[in-house]
T-cell receptor, first 112, second 115 residues
Framework: DAKTTQPNSMESNEEEPVHLPCNHS???????IHWYRQLPSQGPEYVIH???SNVNNRMASLAIAEDRKSSTLILHRATLRDAAVYYC?????????????FGTGTRLKVLA | DAGVIQSPRHEVTEMGQEVTLRCKPI?????LFWYRQTMMRGLELLIY????????DSGMPEDRFSAKMPNASFSTLKIQPSEPRDSAVYFC?????????????FGPGTRLTVT
């Protein structure tokens, strides 16, 4: 399974944009890029996913590099409620499997 | 929508005892996943089901662990006998099929402590 690399932690000021990077240099052409986050004492929560094109939803934007070896999750205006561990995950459609492999993630701290 | 429901939320048991964790997925979802989270190993997929059929159980750590899904609205994860190293938070998640399968919905978790 392809692996992702994320910084262990990041800080952001409230109401400012946050760019969370993820490297996945061994990604295959059919791997989807997923982002989940885990707030304290809760289960993980889906944020966004994409394959090749940049994606936007109500929570965030996902910017995918042209060579797909890296991606960036963008929170447009961080709030205190966005403080969480953010996981970047690759999922390949091998044999129809939906098996996620979670890494260590990036712990985002939002400063008031 | 009630979301994924797990019970109990906390379980404390003694080594050697049988433990059963329960999960009710979101109604209409086709996939059900069991994960375990520890400080040392992070979040690991144990097993997942599609339409009540186990698809991949390669993450189940040992024969002491077993999971069943007797119907579309209920699944159990059983540990027998339990050991202190099984202490962790166990999450259940569910998702739809097809394109919507990319979004897994997680329950609140069961915190298991084995003494």
């Amino acid at each position: 399974d392809a692996k992702t690399t994320q910084p262990n932690s990041m800080e952001s000021n409230e109401e400012e944009p946050v760019h969370l990077p993820c490297n996945h240099s061994t990604i295959s052409g059919t791997d989807y890029i997923h982002w989940y986050r885990q707030l304290p004492s809760q289960g993980p929560e889906y944020v966004i996913h994409g394959l090749t094109s940049n994606v936007n939803n109500r929570m965030a934007s996902l910017a995918i590099a042209e060579d797909r070896k890296s991606s960036t999750l963008i929170l447009h205006r961080a709030t205190l409620r966005d403080a969480a561990v953010y996981y970047c995950i690759l999922r390949g459609p091998t044999s129809g499997t939906y098996k996620y492999i979670f890494g260590t993630g990036t712990r985002l701290k939002v400063l008031a | 929508d009630a979301g994924v429901i797990q019970s109990p939320r906390h379980e404390v048991t003694e080594m050697g005892q049988e433990v059963t964790l329960r999960c009710k997925p979101i109604s209409g979802h086709d996939y059900l996943f069991w994960y375990r989270q520890t400080m040392m190993r992070g979040l690991e997929l144990l097993i997942y089901f599609n339409n009540n059929v186990p698809i991949d159980d390669s993450g189940m750590p040992e024969d002491r662990f077993s999971a069943k899904m007797p119907n579309a609205s209920f699944s159990t994860l059983k540990i027998q006998p339990s050991e202190p190293r099984d202490s962790a938070v166990y999450f259940c998640a569910s998702s739809l099929e097809g394109a919507r399968a990319e979004e897994q919905y997680f329950g609140p978790g069961t915190r298991l402590t084995v003494t």
